[in-house]
């Protein structure tokens, strides 16, 4: 039988958008304007998921222009508009494509905003050549290569796109009801066992170095075994995948952003043998270091 994938130590959001990604072939992202989806404790969404990383938008901000462009424009503009809607629209970005724009609302708060899109869409200025190739050119980016980007995306419509988003829209406002009362759970916990609060504080810090739920044990005064069943019950994991969870995250970044070795990362956040760390990696990601690095690695 095919082992269960842990959803407790993953995060829910980004479990739905690959989930309707996967579903409908349209991209999603999420900006997370108030850091709501790791409240309850969950793992900070993949660096893919957090903007838009599609060939034709990296190639719209890879200038300095472009990139201004793209922040007045889905940073500012985009979630300005869906603060103030409150509801699933189609916008249009500086660069032609034509996005749902989802306001993900809990409570009366505006606490992220997710675009469903980075799609061919009959309609969109970006499938026009011409449109598209003074735009590139205002912004001093290669036309043919934006062009070639462009057709490069998978195809939908505007009434699929909102139809999406409306989907969205329910299904997270239900996961930010859940994630907010298991952010409560976690809070609450947290507040009631000091030990617990305090070795989770600690790894937070400490991560990189050779940390053990033993030597922790020491520190607040407590048996290595009723410490592990403490911090399990209070925090949903065991101590040994929080500590994992915070040195995969950090080597996820330093692959992305660094060119860093394999083996110089697993030593810089806390693994002694690259080949451990390795397994780790894949066992929490799927993919193995060097293919997340392919797969994510910047474009410079």
Known sequence: ????????????????????????????V????????????????????????????????STPAGRCACI??????????????????????HAGLIEAVVPVMYRGEHIATVFCGQSQVNGAPASQK???????????????????????????????????????SLALTQLAETEDRAAFNRTLALTR???????????????????????LAKRVRH????????????????????????????AKHLLVTTGLSVADIAENVGYLRQSYFARKFKALTGLTPLEYRRKYRRTK
């Open 223 to 250: 048996s290595t075994a009723y410490l592990s069943r403490l911090f399990h019950r209070s925090m949903g994991k065991t101590f040994s995948d929080y500590l994992a969870e915070r040195r995969i995250g950090w």
């Open 72 to 93: 007045a424009s889905d940073v500012d503009e985009a979630v300005a508009d869906a603060l103030t809607r409150g509801e699933p629209y189609l916008h249009t970005c």
């Open 30 to 61: 999420i900006y997370d304007r108030a850091r709501f989806t790791v409240r309850a404790g969950r793992r900070q969404i993949d660096w893919t998921f957090d903007g838009h990383r599609s060939a034709f938008c990296t190639l719209a901000r």
């Open 1 to 28: 039988m095919p082992k269960k994938r842990s959803t407790t130590a993953g995060n829910l959001f980004q479990e739905l958008l690959e989930t309707i990604t996967a579903l409908t072939g349209v991209s999603t």
């Open 130 to 168: 011409r449109w598209l190739y003074r735009r590139a050119k205002a912004f001093g980016i290669d036309p043919s290569a934006l062009y070639a980007a462009y057709h490069s995306l998978n195809m939908t419509d505007t009434d699929k796109l909102l139809r999406i988003g409306k989907l969205l």
């Open 193 to 215: 066992n000091p030990a617990v609060r305090e070795i989770a504080a600690y790894a937070d810090a400490h991560f990189r170095e050779q940390v053990s739920i033993g030597r």
